[in-house]
């Protein structure tokens, strides 16, 4: 008998059990700990034992799954307006797709409840509430293509596409800045400064970045006025298993008028050549297959798309 019910505090270890066997695909953080799952997820001030659902097969958890919201605009508090199932997570059981059903319906009753109208499946930048380094690379891709049992789960219960995130990778191996009149231009007349651990600039990133080693390069006029900033993290150690050092770039920030004046494409340039002088072999980042400013940057500085993820949408 499966029975379903809300997260218990002796849970944890047999959460990790179950990320373990489940087929999370390969951008899930391996071997998982109760330790990681403590850091990432329930020591979030608004972690909500009401979200994290789980499936019991007498007293054998055999899968759980996790709704949250994200940010209000002003990112000091938790909109619950829109929610969404970051991931779900079953082992291997004869009623697998019925217990991947009933939790994802449980995480839906859960998300209604709160007050939510716009309910989603898998994480984003802007819903990155949990598992930000555990699954998904150097942010929260939607539901990665090569997740197949969570994709499949999603289509099953009627969910839409409502975006598709590009994960792009650059190798940093003999990496060097574009040099041009622009590029000089702007060297000549900015100062590029790197932060470790900067101050958190708002409530939301300081409950989404606490636990990882974070870098921030802001890119300055002479008169010592901010004209953007590029925020780097320190992927280890997800990025362990694949043999090099790696920084994931979490967001590219330009000051409204100041954007298309060849800025962004300095500053993430420079930034990545500071990257490699300091040993770090592999940079990744995300996007929205429809920013087309964002996904043309990338390509100029030789980021390669190597994995597609669903940002998907229950229709109302």
């Not at 995480?107 to 984003?124: K, N, Q, V």
């Not at 043309?296 to 980021?303: E, N, V």
Request: charged share 25%; net charge neutral.
């Amino acid at each position: 008998m499966i029975e379903i019910r809300c997260f218990r505090n002796a849970d944890p270890p047999r959460l990790a059990d179950v990320w373990r066997a489940a087929d999370l695909g390969p951008a899930a953080m391996q071997p998982m700990t109760a330790p990681l799952l403590e850091a990432s997820v329930f020591s979030k001030p608004y972690f909500d034992r009401e979200g994290l659902i789980v499936a019991a097969d007498d007293d054998r958890v055999v899968g759980f799954a996790h709704a949250a919201f994200g940010p209000a605009k002003d990112r000091s508090t938790v909109d619950t307006h829109v929610g969404t199932t970051l991931l779900v997570a079953i082992v291997p059981h004869p009623l697998q797709e019925q217990i991947g059903d009933e939790l994802l319906r449980g995480c839906e009753a859960y998300l209604r409840r709160r007050g939510a109208t716009t309910i989603l499946g898998g994480g984003s930048a802007d819903l990155r509430s949990f598992y930000l380094g555990l699954y998904g690379g150097s942010d929260l891709p939607g539901i990665l293509d090569s997740s197949t049992a969570m994709r499949r789960l999603f289509e099953r219960a009627g969910y839409e596409t409502a975006d598709r995130v590009a994960v792009l990778r650059r190798t940093l191996q003999g990496f060097r800045a574009p040099v041009n009149r622009l590029q000089l231009a702007i060297r000549r007349n900015t100062v590029l400064r790197a932060i470790d651990e900067p101050t958190r600039r708002t409530w939301w990133e300081a409950a989404t970045t606490t636990g990882i080693a974070l870098r921030r390069y802001e890119l300055l006029n002479q008169a010592d006025e901010r004209l953007g900033s590029a925020s780097f993290w320190d992927m280890q150690p997800l990025a362990g298993t694949w043999g090099v050092v790696a920084s994931g770039l979490l967001d590219v920030e330009i000051e409204g008028p100041r954007r298309r004046q060849g800025l962004a494409h300095y500053l993430v340039a420079e930034a990545l050549h500071d990257l490699s002088q300091e040993g770090v072999g592999l940079v990744e980042t995300h996007a929205s297959t429809a920013n087309t400013p964002a996904l043309s940057l990338f390509t100029k500085l030789g980021f390669e798309t190597v994995e597609h993820g669903t940002i998907f949408r229950k229709p109302s």
